[in-house]
Each structure stands twice: as structure tokens, then as C-alpha cells.
């Protein structure tokens, strides 16, 4: 199954990448993975899409096209989404009749040095996310909060034993998850 990867940080030592790199080393064996690297894509503008999609745009929508699913890593800035995430969705979406979003499996994860984890972000893209119809999974839920604890820093991964546990178990469920629209 080819799925591909979106993080939300930009951060070089980002703890969501961090996340996303364990939810790799977790994925089966027959996953393989596509990221799209969104910090490259320019503000969403209808008069730009009107006159010429930038290429980097035309490729983040043939990457999603053909994917059997996307796995949205996202921090939590100021209690939302951050504006890399939505400006990609944004240029995604639109127009709504080339989207490869509607009816696409997606799921959601989130790290963050605070106790809630990424509830409220999570649940912004989720909105997003079902205003496009997409077919976003509604568990496992993966919020890792207080994530500076549970990280080993040289190996750029989580390895706090009950979290890996719930990466697990989110893997599983959202390769069961794609499995469902694609049979």
C-alpha cells in the first residue's frame, strides 16, 4: 500500500517528526511511504490556481491521487492546526471536482510537550477533512502529550514503551481502515 506522510512542523527537531519516524518503523511491511514535503507550497491563492498551478501543487495532488492512504502527523500552535497543514488541504481541496481527497482514508496523529497532546488541532483538521469528504478514521485516537518524555533523542523516535504500544495499535487499525475502502 503506498500511503503517503504529511507533517505539520517544520522544525528540524520536531517532536512529530519524531512521531511520524516511529510511526514508520511500526508500519507493515507492506506500506511503503511518500512524503510530501508541504513547506514549498505557496499561500493558496484562486487567482494563482486560476492562471497556473504552481508544479508543486500539481504533484501534491497526483501523490494523493494515486495513494491508498494519508497519514497527517500535526503539532498544535495556539490551540489549532498549523497553516502549512491547512494552506496543503487548502490547495488540495480545490477545485473540488480534481480533488483526490473525497473518499480517501486518512488518518491523524499529534505530539506535543503538553498534557492534551494535539486534541484541539486534531479536531480542526478533522473538520477540515470531513468538509472535503474524506473518509477520516476515528480511532484509535493518537495523542501524545508531554512527548519530551517519551523521546529518545539520538534515534529520533518515541520509545516510551506505552506509547509505542499505541502507535501499534494505530498502525493496525489504519491499515485495517484502508483496507475496508479498498476491497
Not at 54 to 68: C, G, N, Q, S
Not at 130 to 142: C, F, Q, R
Request: proline share 7%; glycine share 4%; with cysteine.
Amino acid at each position: 500500500m503506498d500511503i503517503v506522510l504529511l507533517c505539520g512542523s517544520l522544525r528540524k527537531q520536531s517532536y512529530n517528526r519524531k512521531l511520524l519516524n516511529t510511526i514508520k518503523e511500526h508500519a507493515p511491511s507492506h506500506w511503503t511511504f511518500n512524503e510530501i514535503a508541504i513547506e514549498r507550497i505557496p499561500f493558496y491563492n484562486a487567482d494563482v490556481e486560476e492562471s497556473h498551478v504552481p508544479d508543486v501543487v500539481k504533484a501534491l495532488k497526483e501523490r494523493m491521487r494515486h495513494a491508498d492512504g494519508l497519514i497527517i502527523v500535526s503539532p498544535e500552535y495556539n490551540n489549532g492546526m498549523p497553516a502549512v497543514i491547512k494552506n496543503a488541504l487548502d490547495w488540495a481541496a480545490s477545485p473540488p471536482q480534481d480533488s483526490p481527497l473525497p473518499k480517501k482514508p486518512i488518518a491523524l496523529a499529534g505530539a506535543s510537550p503538553q498534557g492534551a497532546g494535539t486534541v484541539q488541532a486534531q479536531t480542526q483538521l478533522r473538520q477540515t477533512l470531513i468538509a472535503i469528504d474524506a473518509y477520516v478514521m476515528s480511532g484509535p485516537k493518537l495523542l501524545v502529550g508531554q512527548v519530551h518524555k517519551r523521546v529518545d533523542i539520538e534515534d529520533e523516535r518515541i520509545t516510551e514503551e506505552e506509547t509505542v504500544k499505541r502507535i501499534k495499535k494505530y498502525v493496525r487499525a489504519f491499515d485495517e481502515w484502508i483496507t475496508t475502502f479498498s476491497e
